[in-house]
Protein backbone atom coordinates (compact mmCIF):
# COMPACT_ATOMS: atom_id res chain seq x y z
CA UNK A 1 0.00 0.00 0.00
CA UNK A 2 1.79 2.98 -1.12
CA UNK A 3 0.88 6.80 0.38
CA UNK A 4 -0.20 7.70 -3.31
CA UNK A 5 -1.06 6.29 -6.51
CA UNK A 6 1.99 5.82 -7.81
CA UNK A 7 5.30 3.84 -6.93
CA UNK A 8 7.15 6.91 -6.44
CA UNK A 9 5.01 7.19 -2.99
CA UNK A 10 6.17 6.09 0.12
CA UNK A 11 5.60 2.54 1.62
CA UNK A 12 2.33 2.68 4.20
CA UNK A 13 1.60 -0.37 4.62
CA UNK A 14 1.82 -4.03 3.06
CA UNK A 15 -1.13 -7.05 2.58
CA UNK A 16 -0.07 -10.37 2.50
CA UNK A 17 -1.41 -13.29 0.08
CA UNK A 18 -5.15 -13.92 0.00
CA UNK A 19 -5.68 -10.82 2.33
CA UNK A 20 -9.01 -9.14 0.95
CA UNK A 21 -9.63 -5.26 0.23
CA UNK A 22 -12.66 -3.03 -1.01
CA UNK A 23 -11.54 -0.61 -3.93
CA UNK A 24 -12.89 3.01 -3.02
CA UNK A 25 -11.16 5.08 -5.81
CA UNK A 26 -9.83 4.17 -9.39
CA UNK A 27 -6.95 6.22 -10.63
CA UNK A 28 -5.30 4.64 -13.65
CA UNK A 29 -3.58 1.51 -12.46
CA UNK A 30 -3.89 2.35 -8.93
CA UNK A 31 -6.68 1.52 -6.63
CA UNK A 32 -7.84 3.36 -3.52
CA UNK A 33 -8.61 0.64 -1.24
CA UNK A 34 -9.43 -0.50 2.52
CA UNK A 35 -8.01 -3.79 4.03
CA UNK A 36 -11.02 -5.83 5.42
CA UNK A 37 -8.81 -7.35 8.03
CA UNK A 38 -8.21 -4.10 9.92
CA UNK A 39 -9.36 -0.90 7.74
CA UNK A 40 -6.22 0.11 6.62
CA UNK A 41 -6.10 2.43 4.05
CA UNK A 42 -3.75 3.19 0.85
CA UNK A 43 -3.10 2.74 -2.70
CA UNK A 44 -2.49 -0.74 -4.39
CA UNK A 45 -1.42 -1.06 -8.07
CA UNK A 46 -3.43 -3.23 -9.86
CA UNK A 47 -0.68 -5.82 -10.58
CA UNK A 48 -1.06 -7.08 -7.10
CA UNK A 49 -4.49 -7.32 -7.31
CA UNK A 50 -6.90 -10.52 -8.13
CA UNK A 51 -10.12 -11.76 -8.28
CA UNK A 52 -11.31 -12.88 -4.91
CA UNK A 53 -11.30 -16.38 -3.43
CA UNK A 54 -12.33 -17.98 0.11
CA UNK A 55 -9.45 -19.19 2.50
CA UNK A 56 -9.54 -21.34 4.86
CA UNK A 57 -6.15 -21.56 6.27
CA UNK A 58 -2.40 -19.40 7.25
CA UNK A 59 0.75 -19.93 6.62
CA UNK A 60 2.64 -20.02 10.48
CA UNK A 61 6.14 -20.88 9.73
CA UNK A 62 8.03 -17.74 8.65
CA UNK A 63 7.80 -18.57 4.85
CA UNK A 64 6.95 -21.22 2.99
CA UNK A 65 6.97 -22.42 -1.03
CA UNK A 66 4.20 -22.73 -3.04
CA UNK A 67 4.61 -25.63 -5.55
CA UNK A 68 3.93 -26.73 -9.18
CA UNK A 69 3.19 -29.98 -7.92
CA UNK A 70 2.85 -32.63 -4.75
CA UNK A 71 7.18 -32.69 -4.43
CA UNK A 72 9.88 -31.73 -2.83
CA UNK A 73 11.72 -31.41 -6.35
CA UNK A 74 9.39 -30.09 -8.05
CA UNK A 75 9.71 -25.94 -9.68
CA UNK A 76 8.52 -23.40 -7.23
CA UNK A 77 6.04 -20.89 -7.87
CA UNK A 78 6.41 -18.35 -5.29
CA UNK A 79 7.35 -17.44 -1.83
CA UNK A 80 4.58 -16.98 1.00
CA UNK A 81 5.23 -15.52 4.10
CA UNK A 82 3.99 -15.97 7.46
CA UNK A 83 0.16 -15.11 7.75
CA UNK A 84 -0.49 -15.78 3.79
CA UNK A 85 -4.52 -16.80 4.09
CA UNK A 86 -4.74 -19.49 1.94
CA UNK A 87 -7.50 -21.84 0.01
CA UNK A 88 -7.05 -25.50 0.40
CA UNK A 89 -9.49 -27.83 -1.61
CA UNK A 90 -7.62 -31.19 -0.95
CA UNK A 91 -5.07 -32.75 1.70
CA UNK A 92 -2.80 -35.92 1.64
CA UNK A 93 -0.98 -36.67 4.54
CA UNK A 94 2.37 -34.18 3.65
CA UNK A 95 0.76 -31.79 1.41
CA UNK A 96 -2.40 -29.47 0.60
CA UNK A 97 -3.47 -28.13 -2.88
CA UNK A 98 -4.30 -25.05 -2.96
CA UNK A 99 -6.52 -22.84 -5.41
CA UNK A 100 -5.26 -18.67 -6.34
CA UNK A 101 -6.17 -16.44 -9.08
CA UNK A 102 -3.08 -14.80 -10.94
CA UNK A 103 -4.43 -12.32 -13.34
CA UNK A 104 -7.08 -13.33 -12.66
CA UNK A 105 -6.52 -17.07 -14.11
CA UNK A 106 -7.41 -19.63 -11.51
CA UNK A 107 -4.55 -21.55 -10.71
CA UNK A 108 -3.07 -24.66 -8.42
CA UNK A 109 -0.13 -25.27 -6.47
CA UNK A 110 1.05 -27.01 -3.90
CA UNK A 111 1.85 -26.16 0.18
CA UNK A 112 3.87 -28.68 2.81
CA UNK A 113 1.24 -29.09 5.45
CA UNK A 114 4.01 -28.87 8.38
CA UNK A 115 3.66 -24.99 7.19
CA UNK A 116 -0.11 -24.40 7.40
CA UNK A 117 -2.66 -24.42 10.10
CA UNK A 118 -6.76 -24.24 9.48
CA UNK A 119 -7.35 -20.35 9.45
CA UNK A 120 -9.60 -20.65 13.08
CA UNK A 121 -6.70 -22.28 14.83
CA UNK A 122 -4.89 -20.20 17.68
CA UNK A 123 -1.61 -20.25 18.61
CA UNK A 124 -1.93 -19.90 22.69
CA UNK A 125 1.67 -18.85 22.80
CA UNK A 126 1.49 -16.27 20.36
CA UNK A 127 4.67 -14.55 21.87
CA UNK A 128 6.54 -17.53 20.21
CA UNK A 129 5.66 -15.79 16.64
CA UNK A 130 7.48 -12.93 17.58
CA UNK A 131 10.25 -14.49 18.85
CA UNK A 132 10.72 -16.33 15.48
CA UNK A 133 11.00 -12.92 13.70
CA UNK A 134 14.29 -12.41 15.79
CA UNK A 135 16.75 -10.62 13.38
CA UNK A 136 13.89 -9.53 10.52
CA UNK A 137 14.89 -6.77 9.13
CA UNK A 138 13.42 -3.43 10.31
CA UNK A 139 11.30 -1.87 7.57
CA UNK A 140 9.20 1.41 7.68
CA UNK A 141 5.33 0.14 6.17
CA UNK A 142 6.62 -3.85 6.33
CA UNK A 143 4.30 -6.03 7.05
CA UNK A 144 5.87 -9.60 6.06
CA UNK A 145 8.80 -11.89 7.69
CA UNK A 146 10.97 -10.51 4.92
CA UNK A 147 10.98 -7.10 6.18
CA UNK A 148 8.78 -5.40 8.78
CA UNK A 149 8.25 -2.71 11.46
CA UNK A 150 7.25 -2.57 15.35
CA UNK A 151 3.39 -2.66 14.98
CA UNK A 152 3.88 -5.21 12.55
CA UNK A 153 5.77 -7.51 14.26
CA UNK A 154 2.39 -7.44 16.94
CA UNK A 155 -0.23 -7.42 14.62
CA UNK A 156 1.24 -10.59 12.72
CA UNK A 157 1.81 -12.88 15.96
CA UNK A 158 -1.41 -11.47 17.49
CA UNK A 159 -3.44 -12.66 14.23
CA UNK A 160 -2.07 -16.41 15.00
CA UNK A 161 -3.49 -15.65 18.72
CA UNK A 162 -7.31 -15.10 17.46
CA UNK A 163 -7.22 -11.89 17.75
CA UNK A 164 -7.41 -8.97 15.07
CA UNK A 165 -5.48 -5.92 15.85
CA UNK A 166 -5.15 -2.46 14.60
CA UNK A 167 -2.47 -2.28 12.03
CA UNK A 168 -0.38 1.28 13.53
CA UNK A 169 0.87 2.01 16.60
CA UNK A 170 -1.62 5.16 17.31
CA UNK A 171 -4.37 2.80 16.30
CA UNK A 172 -2.96 -0.11 18.94
CA UNK A 173 -2.70 2.47 21.36
CA UNK A 174 -6.64 2.85 21.72
CA UNK A 175 -7.19 -0.78 22.33
CA UNK A 176 -8.98 -1.15 26.11
CA UNK A 177 -6.84 -4.13 27.76
CA UNK A 178 -4.63 -2.53 29.80
CA UNK A 179 -2.49 -3.70 33.08
CA UNK A 180 -0.34 -2.14 35.62
CA UNK A 181 2.32 -0.15 35.07
CA UNK A 182 4.21 -1.71 37.46
CA UNK A 183 4.52 -5.51 36.57
CA UNK A 184 5.71 -6.58 33.12
CA UNK A 185 5.35 -10.28 31.78
CA UNK A 186 5.54 -12.27 28.59
CA UNK A 187 3.55 -10.89 26.54
CA UNK A 188 3.01 -7.78 27.95
CA UNK A 189 2.89 -5.49 25.17
CA UNK A 190 4.48 -1.87 25.86
CA UNK A 191 3.94 1.24 24.19
CA UNK A 192 5.94 4.47 23.69
CA UNK A 193 4.03 7.36 21.52
CA UNK A 194 5.41 5.82 18.63
CA UNK A 195 6.78 2.48 19.21
CA UNK A 196 5.77 -0.81 20.58
CA UNK A 197 7.11 -4.19 21.09
CA UNK A 198 6.33 -7.39 23.54
CA UNK A 199 8.00 -8.59 27.04
CA UNK A 200 9.24 -12.03 26.35
CA UNK A 201 9.73 -12.39 30.23
CA UNK A 202 10.08 -10.41 33.31
CA UNK A 203 13.26 -8.58 31.63
CA UNK A 204 13.82 -8.93 27.92
CA UNK A 205 12.10 -7.23 25.32
CA UNK A 206 11.40 -7.76 21.79
CA UNK A 207 10.76 -5.13 19.04
CA UNK A 208 11.87 -4.30 15.84
CA UNK A 209 13.54 -1.10 15.84
CA UNK A 210 15.56 1.45 13.97
CA UNK A 211 18.31 1.70 15.74
CA UNK A 212 19.40 -1.82 15.39
CA UNK A 213 17.50 -2.25 11.89
CA UNK A 214 16.05 -5.28 12.91
CA UNK A 215 14.34 -7.65 15.75
CA UNK A 216 15.96 -7.81 18.46
CA UNK A 217 15.99 -9.34 21.99
CA UNK A 218 17.10 -6.78 24.71
CA UNK A 219 16.89 -6.02 28.32
CA UNK A 220 13.36 -3.29 28.41
CA UNK A 221 16.10 -0.78 30.56
CA UNK A 222 18.06 -0.32 27.55
CA UNK A 223 15.50 0.07 25.24
CA UNK A 224 13.80 2.89 27.99
CA UNK A 225 17.35 4.38 28.38
CA UNK A 226 17.49 5.40 24.75
CA UNK A 227 13.82 6.49 24.49
CA UNK A 228 14.77 8.64 27.59
CA UNK A 229 17.43 9.91 26.14
CA UNK A 230 15.32 11.31 23.18
CA UNK A 231 12.19 12.37 25.40
CA UNK A 232 10.40 9.58 25.04
CA UNK A 233 8.44 7.19 28.04
CA UNK A 234 6.11 4.05 28.33
CA UNK A 235 2.86 5.71 27.92
CA UNK A 236 0.61 2.42 27.86
CA UNK A 237 0.91 -1.58 28.37
CA UNK A 238 -1.70 -4.10 26.98
CA UNK A 239 -1.58 -7.85 27.94
CA UNK A 240 -2.40 -10.55 25.85
Known amino acids: MKAGP ?6 ENELLFGEKIEINKVTGDWFFCQSLLDGYLGWINIKYLSDVIDVNHRVINLRSNLYEKDNLKANILF ?8 NVIKETKEWSKIQYYNRN ?20 DWVS ?3 SLLNTPYKWGGRDSQSLDCSALIQLSLETF ?33 HVGVMTDKINFLHSNAFHMKVVLEPLIEAKSRAENLGSKIVKIIKY
Request: hydrophobic share 35%.
Open 105 to 124: HLCEGFVPNKDIIPINNKVL
Open 129 to 131: IAE
Open 79 to 86: HLPLGSKL
Open 162 to 194: GVCFPRDTSQQLKVINTQSDDFYDRGSIIYWKD
Open 6 to 11: GFKYPL
